[in-house]
């Protein structure tokens, strides 16, 4: 019998979707020193995906404009302090799902697609991954995600319950609906509030993963859900977020002790 080969979502070399999970931190500081002193620890991890919670950055800045200058002129000096081999994830988590900025769904798009820039041919853009809320108005995801396709840029589709987790099959019907909008790696993070719900989560991930349509994530947030950050392989999540310094969302443990973890639960 031959193996399926799977689908997967390529940055910078890193298969999405095959082998071992890849850990993500976050860099969550809200100024331009902050940032680049969380990168230098989050590169001395084993992390290979580096999330910049743009949401986070600047809180003083509410117009969107003077906030998307200064995003922009950190962006240069972050990518640099990565260097080669690590993605650059970039999110704007919105406040409706928990993240720090209220921002209209024009200026969301003005500025993903900033970040994303448009390439030169034969360039990569700055962004390797891009974080989109697939609830926000569907012409903004669908223009996100063509300004992503066209530069080369992957696609996150985001989805967060801070409250609760909802059924297996609308979790799986959110990851579905979100690779049909376009995303190379859908994203769910729920909130456990009994030990099942954390079944339910991976439960779900595991009948898509199944189905072998690409990566995705899937997250129970919270202490209670810790065992989908490190159990991520046996669910089939393709990612996990882990910390080097402050963490982005409840339950996330440091990135050293999650690669040992992915390392000892490897099935
Ligand atoms: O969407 C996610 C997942 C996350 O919420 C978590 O639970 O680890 C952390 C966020 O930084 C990231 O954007």
Known sequence: MTESIPITATVRGIELGRARPEIIVPLVGDDHDAVMEQAAAAVATPARIIEWRIDLFRPDLDDAEDHRDVVLATLPRLRAALGPDRALLATVRTSAEGGGRQIRDIDLAVLLEALMGERRAGTQSQVDMIDVETSRAPAIVSRVVSTAHRNGVVVVGSYHDFEGT?????????????????????????????????????????????????????????????????????????????????????????ADDVARMLELLRP
């Open 166 to 254: 909802p059924e297996e099959e609308e979790l799986c019907e959110l990851l579905r609906s979100q690779r049909r909008l376009g995303a190379d790696v859908p994203k769910i993070a729920v909130t456990p509030q009994t030990p099942r719900d954390v079944l339910t989560l991976m439960s779900a991930s595991l009948t898509v993963a199944s189905e072998g349509a690409g990566p995705h994530i899937a997250i129970s947030m919270g202490p209670l859900g810790v065992a989908s950050r490190v159990a991520a392989e046996t669910f089939g999540s393709a990612a996990t977020f882990a910390t080097a310094g402050p963490r982005s969302a409840p339950g996330q443990l440091e």
